[in-house]
């Protein structure tokens, strides 16, 4: 019997670029945040202003912020192996170790994005039994709580996605770990020069579909639901 835990699901849609689909789903986001209550009541409040903004604010406006916050900023990167090995050799074997483990839970990935893309972790983690998903957030917790901090620094909402999953996961931002990343340099999302610089190689692909994108984006409401229909862009339970 397949597990679902659509919080994660949930939480993997806010990580999505904008869409109004995703604005559409924002009060059924909320929804299941609360009816499942597997974060801590703090941590649920804390995600509405979000939810809210994604509700209400205009679909650009929405837009622009996330491309500045996420693809424009390396710092603020959601390739979680980023954080930790750049473009180093150490970068492929892990990216290997990490689709592998994925293929081993019957997750079949369909998507341009790397198997590392926090979005797709945690649609992972939605099918996996919760004691394992926590471990596995731990395993990048400090790279979590990190980002949070940063975020928290920006008075970014999104900033509640990741407190909320370090909180799950029992990181706290005074680990040693957090603070070595946070000793990195952020970067300015207005120099396009300086992201030219940084983004200069193409990242490898792992997925066949150049349009499959974000694996919940297309057609949130359906992966808010138990998967009885294949999804459109990431996981099928064997």
């Known amino acids: 019997m397949s597990v679902q835990v659509k919080t994660f699901k949930a939480l993997s849609a806010l990580l999505c670029y904008p869409s109004e689909e995703l604005r559409a ?11 499942e209550a597997i974060l801590s009541p703090s941590a649920r409040a804390s995600l509405r202003p979000l939810l809210q903004e994604m509700a209400e604010l205009d679909l650009y406006d929405l837009q622009e912020r996330f ?24 970068r492929g074997p892990a990216m290997v170790d990490l689709l592998e483990t994925y293929r081993a839970g019957g997750f079949d990935l369909v998507s341009t994005e790397l198997p590392d893309h926090l979005p797709i972790l945690l649609e992972y983690l939605s099918t996996r039994p919760l004691e394992e998903a926590r471990e ?14 940063r975020l ?25 770990l957090v603070q070595e990343l946070l000793k990195v340099d952020e ?8 992201l030219d610089a940084v983004w200069a190689e193409a990242e490898i692909t792992f997925g066949p579909d150049p349009n499959a994108g974000c694996p919940v984006t297309r057609d949130v409401l359906a992966k808010m ?14």
């Not at 970067?187 to 300086?194: G, H, Q, R």
């Not at 639901?225 to 339970?237: E, H, K, L, R, T």
């Open 25 to 35: 789903a924002a009060p059924e986001i909320g929804a299941i945040l609360e009816a």
């Open 67 to 90: 491309v500045l916050l996420f693809d424009r900023s390396r710092t603020l990167s959601l390739n979680l192996f980023e954080h930790v090995h750049g473009e180093s050799r150490d």
């Open 136 to 149: 596995m957030l731990l395993d990048a917790g400090h790279i979590i709580a990190a980002l949070a901090e």
């Open 152 to 176: 928290q620094r920006r008075e970014s909402s999104y900033a509640a996605v990741f407190a909320a999953l370090a909180e799950f996961a029992g990181i706290e931002k005074s680990s040693e």
């Open 187 to 194: 970067d300015d999302p207005e120099d396009l020069a300086a």
């Open 225 to 238: 639901d138990p998967v009885i229909n294949q999804p459109p862009a990431a996981a099928a339970q064997e």
